[in-house]
């Protein structure tokens, strides 16, 4: 059996939860004190998921970079490689918001795209 | 002397909410002054995503957030001058600003709206020993060399306050490669988010030490070591808990200051609680016809409630100038006062002839309290007592006020808001 801590992120509570495991099935859920943290304890244990937000060098802008969200949740074990490809582009202003700057960044089928405006310049 | 029916002083989230609300209810002539290059204020840094769910039922980055404003601002064809420095505010509402293509001038303003956001406490503010080198920055400084200007302020990080910039830097600059050792709080609890703690501390398996503070600074030319020591209940060091940290970095997260060197020179009573003015229902200062919102009033933890209070203030410096720059009549007033464990309220006062239906009054507690009850007394008479699992000093806190309920007592004098265990 495998036992994960956690604290829940629910409320400023910030309950302290263990999660009981098995071959990936959840036995357990204790310490949380509202349904908010059994729900937050389950996905968190068989699904963590993160935005990542970061930026990217831009070419010709009025700005040097611009601001980039995955625009839905990647595996967070993904995180430092889906910030190794942000880190690997460069884009040419100007650029929109929801422009995409990254199609399936590391095969989650996230897209990664913009989230400000930037100008062309010169 | 140019003249406009309201100017906005600063172009973030506050100043942009109050000039649309300000278009909406039929002023023509609105202004907003901003000293950076651009509109959004301190949104245009914060690239992380949380913003906004109240709003716009969505998670939004920070500079989203900005622009779903900007762009209703540039819709409205509301005027606006970037690069530009207000110097003074006189109490008759002549606004002195500058700028390098205008130089310095002088605008008559039928209502001033007081948007101006806050400023992070400097290190000169913490009494930090040790030396004086480069390396040190605040946390939104850091924040803003990373994100808009591409430059990585150092590779080996320490962090001194756990407010959620700091929190929110741990991570980026984690992601950006560098190794954020440690993160001291001198409180025994932090004044940031959990999720903020959870996601970019815990994630990254960055310890946060809560009790903790700075009490060497190394290196004459560059930061080269950072010691940290746990205190005790009177916030005083413990000797012989000493830990070094090697590091190239430190940075401060150590509270907000709202900025009012200007609201004090057009002579504004401030709050010795929030370091913001004193303001009644209207949001409306002591000085007739200068407003104030956002985190110039006091600091706010959502940009949702930010943009709320903005857009009251907006409306009621519209309806000021509407009826001819003249207040309406005073009806009865009523003061408000904050008490046991609750710090402070905003707004202070409510004239109870000239308030809405609905009041929102927001407030923040001292301490952290468990299972305790939110309770509000009109004069001796408890007519609230609201059980909270949790009310934390880095929460900000409401109760809303019925005007109906208040027009039932003939002489209400005082409101309070108290914190009980039952």
């Not at chain 2, 980026?172 to 490669?177: A, C, D, I, K, S």
């Not at chain 2, 954020?180 to 903020?196: H, Q, T």
């Not at chain 2, 930010?306 to 519209?318: D, L």
């Not at chain 2, 059980?387 to 004098?413: N, S, T, V």
Request: proline share 4%; aromatic share 4%; glycine share 10%.
């Amino acid at each position: 059996m495998e036992r994960k801590e956690l604290t829940c992120i629910g409320c400023p509570m910030g309950c302290q939860i263990t999660v009981e495991l098995e071959h990936g099935e959840i036995l357990s859920v204790k310490g949380n004190t509202c349904a908010i943290g059994d729900k937050y304890a389950r996905n968190e244990v068989l699904h963590p998921e993160r935005t990542v937000t970061s930026t990217v060098v831009v070419d010709g802008g009025d700005k040097p970079r611009v601001s980039v969200k995955t625009a839905g949740n990647i595996p967070k074990d993904r995180i430092f490689d889906c910030m190794k490809e942000i880190d690997a582009v460069r884009v040419q202003a100007p650029v929109r918001i929801g422009d995409v700057m990254i199609e399936n960044v590391v095969d989650s089928g996230v897209n990664v795209v913009a989230t400000r405006n930037i100008s062309a310049v010169g | 002397m140019i003249s406009y029916d309201i100017v906005i002083i600063g172009g973030g989230p506050a100043g942009l909410a109050a000039a649309v609300s300000a278009r909406e209810a039929g002023v023509d002539k609105i202004l907003i002054l901003e000293r950076d290059k651009e509109l959004g204020g301190i949104l245009n840094q914060c690239i992380h995503n949380g913003f906004g769910l109240h709003t716009f039922k969505e998670e939004l980055t920070g500079p989203e957030y900005a622009w779903r404003f900007i762009e209703k601002v540039l819709e409205a064809k509301i005027e606006y001058r970037l690069d530009t420095m207000v110097m003074d505010i006189s109490e008759d509402r002549v606004v002195t600003a500058m700028s390098k293509n205008d130089g310095m001038y002088q605008i008559k303003a039928g209502a001033v709206i007081l948007a101006m956001g806050c400023r992070e406490r400097p290190r000169g503010a913490l009494n930090i020993p040790g030396y004086r080198p480069a390396g040190i920055f605040s946390a939104g400084t850091a924040q803003r060399l990373v994100n808009i200007e591409g430059y990585m302020p150092g590779r080996e990080v320490v962090i001194l306050g756990s407010g959620d910039i700091g929190l929110i830097m741990a991570r980026r600059m984690t992601l950006e490669g560098a190794k954020v050792k440690v993160v001291a709080e001198l409180l025994p609890y932090s004044g940031g988010l959990k999720r903020n703690i959870v996601q970019c501390l815990d994630d990254f398996g960055i310890p946060l030490k809560l009790s903790h503070t700075v009490v060497d600074i190394e290196g004459r030319e560059h930061v080269s070591a950072v010691t940290i020591a746990a205190v005790d209940e009177n916030r005083k060091p413990i000797p012989g808990t000493e830990e070094r940290y090697t590091c190239d970095t430190l940075l401060l997260s150590c509270g907000l200051i709202p900025e009012n060197e200007l609201s004090k020179k057009a002579g504004v009573e401030m709050s010795r609680i929030t370091s913001g003015p004193v303001v009644n229902e209207s949001l409306e200062t002591n000085v007739p016809g200068i407003f104030a919102c956002g985190n110039v009033l006091h600091v706010h933890d959502l940009v949702d409630y930010v943009s709320e209070e903005a857009q009251r203030a907006g409306a009621n410096a519209a309806k000021f100038v509407l009826a001819g720059g003249t207040e309406a009549p005073k009806g009865h007033v009523v003061e408000l006062k904050a008490e046991s464990g609750a710090r402070y309220t905003v707004p202070s006062t409510i004239d109870i002839d000239r308030m809405d239906d609905l009041l929102t009054v927001r407030f923040r507690v001292g301490d952290v309290y468990k299972d305790s009850y939110v309770s509000v007394y009109f004069d001796d008479e408890r007519v609230m007592h609201n059980k909270k699992r949790i009310l934390a000093p880095g929460e900000m806190e409401q109760i809303i006020l019925q005007k109906k309920k208040l027009a039932e007592i003939k002489d209400l004098k005082t409101i309070t808001i108290k914190i009980e265990a039952e």
